[in-house]
Every structure is written in C-alpha cells, then in structure tokens.
C-alpha cells in the first residue's frame, strides 16, 4: 500500500483528503506543522507528499525546499494563494505539482493516482544495459536518472528529468505546452501553463551556457518549444 504525507494545518481539509485518500486504498499519515511535517517526510519513508503552502512555523517553500535536498518523491503543493509567483517559485524549488484550493477532493485523488503511477513506473524500470541519450555535449543515463553536461553532473528533479528526456528524444519536434504538460504530468493542462514554463527555465540553467540564448532548448514564440540538434 503506497504511503502518503499530508502536511496540512488545517484539520477539517487534511481529514477530508485523508478520507477520499483512504477510500482509494492510499496508508495516509497526517502533520499541521511545517516543522513536524519536513522531521516525518525525512525520517520515515513515503510515496508522495501533499504540502500546503501556508504553515505554523516552517512555510510551505521551506519545506519542500529540505525535502527535495534529501528525497526524490513526487511533492504536490496546495494553497489557497492564486497569485502565479507563487506556483513558479513552488514549483522552482522542486515541487511536481499545484493546486489551488478550494478544489475538489477527487480532483486530489486523481491527481496523486496520475504522479504515484508515473513515479513507480520510472523507479520499477529493470534493464541490463543502461539507456542512454547523447547529444552535443549533454548525456542522458534514464536508467540511473543521472545528467552530464560537458562531462560534469547536474542534478535534476524527477520532472525536470522526464522533460528534458522526452525532448531531448524527439529532437527539432516542436511541442506545445499543452502537450507536454499531457506528456509529463499526465494530466490536463488547463491553468497549468506555467508549470511548463518554470521547468524548461530550470532546465536551462542547468545545461545551457548561458540560458538567455539556448542553444538546446528552443522557445518558438507563439507555439512551444523543441530540443534542437
């Protein structure tokens, strides 16, 4: 049974969730601190972490933040808050995923289905031979989940990964975002466009020499972006 965190400070929603949680056969465990919450996440092992932004004590960013450092788990962070800069600054320091409340439990529910499939799809991938994706300087290991740029290791977050994978093996394909916010996230796209944005600015920093002019990921204006070869 796959384990979840809600790290929540507000009773009646962190128990909403853990019932419609429970319902759909997730082990939930609950804490209403920001402090509480980052000590659980870091010494207990979990599937997925549900952070609100808004918490006593640690706020939201910080505890993602910590938890991103040591963890790989997907991190799906809510918050009344509905002002972008602080989904792209959520979603920067490594969290998978944003919603804005009030939402619907079910909603909730669909959304962890979709990031605890994918992640156990990629952590259960078994090959002899590791996967491995070269072009113009930047090595691709999928089946170690590691990146090289010019030779040296960049770290990257599990999405941050997939996006540049599935770019950087489709390259000169122009994408939408739409589309790749279905590809990576597995889900609909609607009010979600920056969640693309933030991470192919991420990524950027972290293979470009200088990401105001990429010479691998390319913005086309008005339509997306592709890997250029």
């Known amino acids: 049974m796959s384990k979840i965190l809600i790290i929540e400070d507000e009773v009646a929603i962190a128990d909403l969730e853990k019932d419609y949680l429970e319902l759909s056969d997730f082990e939930v465990t609950i804490e209403h601190t920001g402090d509480e919450g980052l000590k659980k996440a870091l010494e207990e092992e979990f599937d997925l972490v549900i952070l609100d932004l808004m918490l006593p004590g640690m706020d939201g960013f910080e505890v993602c933040k910590q938890i ?10 809510v918050s009344a808050k509905k002002d972008d800069i602080d989904k792209i600054h959520g979603l920067g320091l490594g969290a998978d995923d944003y919603m804005t409340k009030p939402f619907s439990p ?9 990031h605890m499939a994918r992640y156990n799809r990629l952590v259960n991938t078994n090959q002899k031979n590791n996967d491995i994706v070269e072009i113009r300087g930047i090595r691709i290991d999928k089946t170690a989940r590691r990146v090289y740029v010019d030779g040296e290791e960049k770290n990257f977050t599990t999405k941050e990964f997939d996006l540049l994978t599935f770019l950087a093996e489709n390259p000169n394909h122009v994408f939408t975002k739409e589309e790749l916010f279905r590809e990576i996230w597995d889900m609909d796209s609607v009010g979600d466009i920056a969640t693309v944005t933030v991470h192919i600015k991420k990524i950027r920093e972290k293979i470009e020499s200088n990401s105001n002019k990429p010479k691998y990921i390319e913005t086309i204006w008005g339509v997306g972006y592709r890997f250029k070869v």
Do not use: N, T, Y
């Open 68 to 77: 991103r450092e040591k963890k790989d788990i997907p991190i799906l962070m």
């Open 106 to 114: 079910s909603e909730l529910v669909a959304r962890v289905k979709a």
